[in-house]
């Protein structure tokens, strides 16, 4: 049974601060990883796709990378911003087409 | 404007009421999904449906049914056999399995 498993539950940096958010997970067969924003009380937002076949995508500020044979994937944010404070989530599309997620980082970006 | 809804946005039930939650998307997907959250563990899925008139149980479909007639709508009924509903509920969808997945804004669901 996959099993995702985010590192740290909780990140408090100052503005301005390059952070890195990890994520792994237990069966390398995957079809995809992605990663998702999630704010208090809303449902999640898409920031990155990355196939099993890349190592890494880009969009603005993020930056998430893939490694997928020793099950593990980053979640990079340059230059943080109070507005970057949020839930985020990563889960792994597996064996019957089901994405099983990780319990998420909360990150908080202080003034 | 493409994407998804939900509603209600907040429900409350008494205890042995089936209740049902909408979800509808205008995104010609395929594919999409229900979870539940609740605090500290990770979304759990509930049910799936890959195509119309058709649609598989997840990790955690007991206590829960759905339907799928049309390719827009994918409602949940929480019924009474579900012995602890108060969470979040989400409602996703996707092109085709293995692709991105899209959400909806939620439910939350109470108990009374």
């Known amino acids: 049974k996959q099993e995702v498993t985010q590192i740290p539950a909780a990140l408090s940096v100052p503005e301005g601060e390059n952070l890195v958010l990890n994520c792994s997970f237990t069966?390398?067969?995957?079809?995809?990883l992605q990663w998702f924003r999630q704010d208090p009380g809303k449902g999640l937002t898409s920031l990155l796709l990355i196939q099993s076949s890349q190592r890494e995508q880009t969009s603005g500020r993020l930056n998430a990378s893939l490694d997928k044979s020793s099950g593990r994937s980053t979640l990079y944010i340059a230059a943080s911003q109070p507005g970057d404070s949020a839930t985020y989530l990563c889960a792994v599309t597996g064996g019957g087409n089901k994405l099983t997620f990780g319990t998420g980082t909360q990150l908080k970006v202080e003034l | 404007d493409g994407g998804i809804t939900q509603s209600p946005k907040y429900l409350f039930r008494k205890e042995g009421q089936n209740v049902t939650l909408s979800c509808e998307q205008n995104l010609n997907h395929d594919a999409m999904y229900w979870y539940r959250q609740d605090p500290g563990q990770g979304l759990r899925l509930i049910y799936y449906s890959q195509i119309v008139n058709d649609f598989q149980k997840g990790d955690i479909a007991e206590g829960y049914s759905v339907s799928r007639e049309k390719k827009e709508s994918f409602p949940l009924t929480v019924t009474s056999a579900q012995k602890n509903p108060t969470a979040f509920y989400l409602c996703?969808?996707?092109?085709?399995?293995?692709?991105?997945?899209?959400f909806g804004p939620g439910t939350r669901l109470t108990v009374l």
């Open positions: 069966d390398s067969a995957i079809y995809n």
């Open positions: 996703a969808s996707s092109i085709n399995p293995n692709n991105e997945q899209f």
